[in-house]
């Protein structure tokens, strides 16, 4: 079933009935411009030799370079990864960037690969996609399992740094573009808080997800004297209504491997996480959470998506019926991909940023998107995620050739 990708056609068709743009847009934007397979062969550390399938998906180019990650995956989606390509050119076109969309995998599973293996394999991968890929052309990432080793390898068989993004900061990479999506979904909310009627005294947040994104979403809280009530992993969930030490869950969770357990808090499970009173609920894990199963005990004031696709259509339905506000992933966690374009135009003049700098451009580009997303919402009635749609399509529809 393509389950992830209906969904991503209906949001599209929702956004398409509010606001008018016309039969051929939806139909060039609904299926990929096209889709590429490799099969790539790995020498062993054993001498023999393996195959491993690998694609990519090239959604749409109107605005810039196809843009979006390269998953390692035993059992990659292809369907999942098919959305995500879609989504990434509506993401980069509300982040107002000059990219596209795109997305890969390879059907491996890397935990069972060496380090040497590894490494044959991204070249190999750069090998395959040379002709596919580029500066100009196409510009993937990290995605699961993935990650700057991955990347700097490819950059140096393709032979450019602006190639992929994601990089080292030693082989071309930014510099905060690790506590991106956080800090990015973090300035939408401080955009949009007082029209949220989020009240200082009240703002209590709720994560699903202490990894990458969840964890630093944590830190950036705790920084700014916010209390963090709920969180979870994959093991388990915990609550404490004081507030969680999150330094102290940093320690606990690398001397455990888990935060459940953590002292002074109550382990709860992952689905009474989500129902969980707070002023803001950020799912920062995994897609499909809150659906029609669950939506009508969700307990927050505000959601801010940080992974992709965590809500279902019908859900966000629910919640809008509620008085639920949904930043949606294409706003919320537009921030990674943001500074990713900032490290390809850095690749692109041969310069080198500094944090600061980032920082600010990355705090101005979230900005104005949250203005824009909350104006198209506004104007026409609608949730966050058809304003963010329909300011992308407008922005997809300004670009078309
Ligand atoms: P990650 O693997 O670092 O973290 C994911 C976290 O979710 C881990 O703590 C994991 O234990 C937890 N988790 C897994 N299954 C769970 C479950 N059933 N219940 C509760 N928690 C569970 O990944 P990440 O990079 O932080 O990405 C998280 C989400 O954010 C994904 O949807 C990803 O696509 C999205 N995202 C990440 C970035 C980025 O820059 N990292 C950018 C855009 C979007």
């Excluded at 939408?188 to 949220?196: A, I, N, P």
């Excluded at 809008?320 to 943001?338: E, R």
């Excluded at 992308?392 to 300004?398: I, K, M, N, V, W």
Aim: net charge negative.
């Amino acid at each position: 079933m393509a389950q992830a990708y209906n969904n991503f056609l209906s949001q599209l068709e929702r956004a398409m009935s509010v606001k008018d743009f016309g039969t051929e847009l939806y139909g060039l934007l609904r299926s990929p411009m096209k889709q590429i397979e490799h099969q790539l062969n790995v020498t062993m550390d054993d001498g023999s030799s393996r195959t491993f399938e690998a694609y990519r998906i090239q959604h749409n180019n109107w605005r810039g370079p196809y843009k979006g990650g390269i998953r390692f995956h035993p059992q990659v989606d292809l369907d999942e990864v098919k959305t995500l390509a879609a989504l990434m050119s509506f993401k980069t076109a509300v982040a107002g960037i000059p990219m596209g969309g795109g997305k890969g995998g390879v059907t491996v599973d890397p935990k069972a690969l060496s380090q040497g293996e590894r490494e044959r394999l991204d070249r190999a991968w750069a090998q395959a996609f040379k002709a596919d890929i580029g500066p100009t052309v196409d510009v993937p990432a990290p995605d699961v399992n993935t990650g700057s080793f991955d990347m700097d390898i490819i950059a140096a068989e393709y032979g450019h740094p602006a190639v992929v993004t994601g990089k080292s900061v030693e082989h071309g990479g930014s510099l905060g573009r690790d506590t991106a999506t956080a800090m990015g979904g973090w300035y939408v909310l401080q955009q949009l808080k007082d029209r949220l009627f989020l009240d200082p005294e009240m703002f209590t947040v709720v994560i699903q997800g202490f990894g990458n994104a969840g964890a630093t979403f944590a830190d950036i809280c705790a920084r700014h004297g916010v209390k963090v009530v709920g969180t979870s992993d994959s093991s388990g969930a915990i609550y404490s209504t004081d507030g969680i030490d999150i330094a102290a869950l940093h320690a606990h969770k690398q001397a455990t491997k888990s935060v459940k357990d953590f002292p002074g808090a109550r382990n709860i499970s992952n689905a009474e996480l989500l129902e969980l009173e707070c002023g803001v609920l950020v799912p920062a894990a995994l897609e499909s959470q809150i659906t029609l199963e669950n939506a009508a005990r969700v307990n927050a004031k505000v959601i801010l998506e940080l992974a992709n696709g965590p809500t279902t259509v019908e859900a966000d339905d629910i919640l809008f019926g509620k008085g639920i506000q949904v930043i949606p992933d294409i706003l919320a966690n537009s921030g990674g991909v943001t500074v990713s374009y900032f490290e390809w135009d850095q690749n692109m003049k041969g310069e080198q940023w500094s944090a600061e700098q980032v920082d600010v451009m990355l705090k101005d580009h979230m900005e104005k998107a949250a203005e824009e997303v909350w104006k198209r919402a506004h104007e026409n009635t609608v949730d966050m995620r058809r304003g963010a749609f329909i300011l992308a399509l407008e922005r997809l529809q300004q670009a078309k050739p």
